[in-house]
Structure formats: structure tokens, C-alpha cells
């Protein structure tokens, strides 16, 4: 396979810790740097999607300053 042909290939990844729910008028107020509190903790499985199709699951891993996500597990799908 040309790897040229990969590096043109766009995918859009998205990972999920929680969720939050909220009236749109105090999104609106919200201004830079506002926190949402999620119903989720750090420990908690993330999910994954590639273009909006769940892919994966995972963990956060923390480690000084930086963020990762582990994937744990793969979805198949058909």
C-alpha cells in the first residue's frame, strides 16, 4: 500500500469521560476557561469514536503534565 494514500486519510477522534447535563441558557453564560462538572471520575472508562462510530475503550492515564488515553478494549463491529 502507498503510504501516501494513508497520510491523506482523515480521521476525526473524539474520546468520552462523562457526560453533563444543562439548561442551553447556562452553556450560554459560559465563558472561556468555565469548568462543567461531569458525572464521571478520572478512573471511570472513556469511550472512543473514529467519525463518530465507537471504536474503543479505555482509561485516562495521567503521568506529571500529560494526558493519554489507554485503550483497553476494541469494539467490532460490522
Same mark, same amino acid.
Given at each position: 500500500?502507498? $503510504?501516501?494514500?494513508? @497520510?491523506? +486519510?482523515?480521521?476525526?477522534?473524539?474520546?468520552? !469521560?462523562?457526560?453533563?447535563?444543562?439548561?442551553?441558557? *447556562?452553556?450560554?453564560?459560559?465563558?472561556?476557561?468555565?469548568?462543567?462538572?461531569?458525572? $464521571?471520575?478520572?478512573? @471511570?472508562? +472513556?469511550?472512543?469514536?473514529?467519525?463518530?462510530? !465507537?471504536?474503543?475503550?479505555?482509561?485516562?492515564?495521567? *503521568?506529571?503534565?500529560?494526558?493519554?488515553?489507554?485503550?483497553?478494549?476494541?469494539?467490532?463491529?460490522?
Amino acid at each position: 500500500m502507498n $503510504a501516501k494514500a494513508i @497520510d491523506s +486519510v482523515k480521521v476525526e477522534v473524539s474520546v468520552v !469521560l462523562g457526560q453533563a447535563i444543562m439548561p442551553i441558557h *447556562q452553556l450560554l453564560k459560559m465563558g472561556r476557561g468555565a469548568v462543567i462538572e461531569l458525572e $464521571a471520575l478520572q478512573t @471511570d472508562p +472513556v469511550l472512543i469514536y473514529a467519525n463518530k462510530r !465507537l471504536i474503543a475503550r479505555g482509561e485516562i492515564m495521567i *503521568q506529571g503534565e500529560s494526558i493519554a488515553v489507554s485503550i483497553r478494549d476494541l469494539i467490532h463491529t460490522q
